[in-house]
């Protein structure tokens, strides 16, 4: 499976102080900053953070807040999870992931996407009829950025470059970038087409059911004439002491953000029963440090992928409830993980 990397997502979830009343955005900002610091202390491998444009999110330009982070840490990847680049500018998202590279002596890392959400089409003037085109556009362009030389390039979303250099260059002379996918076939090819490494977003079901997706991108990568490129998984969750603490801590949270969600989209009811059905048997990493450790390394192992992004905010659930759930996940679940990954590659050596 060669080196894995376990990191920690977050959207800038908008949590509850003691009273249970929001917190502002400004506190909500300097809180993820705090949670950043930390994760790097406690050595996890990799922060993500995701763009939104809505009233329970308070990330809306994860570059910003991760150069922060980055002034702030020694060694932790600075990632988005997902920019949103279908209504973005290339050469703008170019430029302010170069300056987070500069930052942080590179370590900046960009997963790009389409978005699950729309709010960010016509807040910048896009047509929603446009999501697809938009962001095949983009990413050509992108991809072409990338290479940080002259870019020449024509499109019908934005005015063409003619043999146009982009600066500031970046500090390690190549971002790593990913494409964020949620389950579509297409997606997975297209971002094989590009070679780019894939992130596959498994917020549902088990993550069993993504390994047609995996062998798609390796088939589909070969065929473009890449060279083999990592996967990862972004899946959320909750640690705590035990079990039944971690599902209870996080249910009424989960049930909040999902249940309002689901409300925006049609979707039946959130029942606790559907709840711990994805805890148990599905895409919910919820429980004691050892039950959540063990379910990651299945995952990894399943799939085969090299990289697990584990998102630890969940609606309101509450900053020191969040800083206590990542401490423990740097200082226990990923020594655990790679203790299991280990014993399963000596046991099969044997």
Same mark, same amino acid.
């Given at each position: 499976?060669?080196? =894995? ?13 003691? @009273?249970g009343v929001p917190l502002p &955005?400004?506190?909500v900002i300097r809180n993820v900053? !705090? #949670?950043?610091?930390?994760? $790097? ?6 922060? *993500? ?6 009233? $329970? ?25 997902? *920019? ?17 590279? +500069? ?34 556009? /983009? ?5 072409? =950025? ?18 146009? #250099?982009?600066?500031? /260059? ?31 977003? =498994? =917020? ?10 995996? %062998? ?21 969750? @909750?640690? +705590? ?16 953000m999902f249940g309002r969600i ?12 559907? &709840? ?14 050892? *039950?959540?450790?063990?379910?990651? !390394? ?13 998102? &630890?905010? *969940? ?23 790679? %203790? ?6 000596? +046991?099969?050596?044997?």
């Open positions: 499976m060669g080196n =894995i990397q376990l990191g920690l997502d977050t959207f800038g979830d908008v949590t509850h102080g003691q @009273h &955005y400004s506190q900053v !705090a #949670e950043g610091v930390l994760a $790097d202390e406690v050595g996890v491998d990799a922060l *993500t953070l995701g763009e939104h444009h809505r009233d $329970d999110f308070a990330v809306s330009t994860p570059e910003t807040v991760l150069a922060a982070i980055a002034a702030k840490s020694s060694r932790i990847i600075l990632s988005s999870g997902v *920019t949103v680049l279908s209504s973005d500018d290339p050469v703008r998202v170019f430029q302010r992931f170069a300056t987070l590279d +500069a930052l942080s002596e590179g370590r900046a890392e960009i997963i790009m996407g389409r978005g699950s959400f729309t709010e960010s089409f016509p807040l910048f003037g896009h047509r929603l009829e446009d999501y697809q085109l938009l962001f095949e556009e /983009k990413l050509n362009l992108f991809s072409e =950025i990338l290479k940080e030389g002259p870019v020449t390039w024509s499109g019908s979303h934005r005015a063409s470059l003619e043999n146009q #250099e982009i600066y500031p /260059k970046s500090h390690s002379g190549a971002i790593r970038t990913w494409v964020g996918v949620g389950g579509s076939p297409e997606s997975v090819v297209r971002a094989a087409h590009y070679g780019f490494p894939l992130m596959l977003a =498994i =917020i549902g079901g088990a993550s069993e059911r993504f390994a047609p997706y995996v %062998d798609l991108y390796h088939r589909a990568l070969e065929q473009a004439g890449h060279s083999r490129q990592p996967v990862g998984v972004h899946s959320p969750g @909750h640690i +705590a002491a035990t079990d039944e603490e971690a599902i209870e801590q996080m249910w009424p949270a989960y049930q909040a689901g409300r925006e989209r049609g979707w039946a009811p959130m029942t606790k029963e559907s &709840y711990l059905n994805e805890v148990h048997h599905g895409a919910l990493y919820v429980g004691s440090v050892e *039950t959540v450790a063990t379910k990651i !390394a299945k995952t990894l192992t399943a799939l085969g992928v090299q990289r697990f992004d584990f998102k &630890y905010s *969940t609606g309101p659930l509450s900053h020191e409830v969040l800083m206590n759930s990542i401490e423990l996940y740097g200082t226990q679940v990923i020594p655990m993980v790679k %203790d299991i990954l280990s014993r399963q590659k000596v +046991a099969v050596g044997a």
